[in-house]
């Protein structure tokens, strides 16, 4: 039975890990739309440069679609029949971990009389340990697709999830291409006939 516990801790320390690294995928889409007749996309421009990140990220992003995209079967082209735009947005989550709490362990005091004498080197009781902060950014990033002869959004999907704010390049560009990858697997959508 202990060797139950102590297997069941570290998957489920697991799962959580990996959870905290998911990112929350939705998509929505036009009904109406054939997207089967579509095959060449462009960037667009004005869309992209209203977004609020880093120029870099923005590059990150663009590079990530593009692959995507490529693997989806697109080619870019200067007369697409889609217009890619993405729109980013944040917001930081503040925990706040109060600090009390009991436990078991070496202290100074005086104890029970036992084998010690009165004096226990070991102490069971309250502790205040302080409190925790710890704040983590939660970003959203929109891809849009819109159909270039009727001038309307067709597709969009979103992504929520953890960034992590590291100065680690390599794990940036890794989790911009987590969501991006995530996101564009909704696409394109599995288009139900209407009865």
Do not use: H
Request: glycine share 10%; aromatic share 16%.
């Amino acid at each position: 039975m202990k060797k139950l516990k102590i297997i069941a801790v570290p998957i489920l320390f697991i799962l959580f890990l990996s959870s905290c690294a998911s990112v929350n995928v939705l998509s929505d889409y036009d009904r109406q739309t054939d997207f089967t007749a579509y095959k060449s996309y462009a960037f667009y421009k004005t869309g992209i440069d209203r977004a609020q990140i880093s120029d870099l990220d923005k590059k990150r992003i663009l590079r990530a679609i593009e692959t995507e995209m490529d693997s989806l079967g697109f080619v870019k082209s200067d007369e697409p029949d889609l217009l890619i735009s993405i729109f980013t947005n944040e917001r930081v989550e503040v925990d706040v971990y109060n600090g009390w709490g009991y436990g078991y362990g070496w202290g100074w005091g005086w104890g029970w009389p036992g084998y010690y004498g009165y004096y226990n080197p070991y102490f069971w009781g309250p502790g205040y340990y302080g409190n925790n902060v710890s704040t983590r950014t939660e970003g959203s990033l929109y891809i849009d697709l819109i159909d270039t002869a009727k001038k309307e959004l067709v597709w969009q999907g979103r992504g929520v999830g953890t960034l992590n704010n590291t100065k680690n390049i390599e794990k940036k560009e890794k989790r911009i291409r987590l969501f991006v990858s995530q996101i564009l697997q909704q696409y394109p959508p599995e288009v139900i006939a209407a009865n």
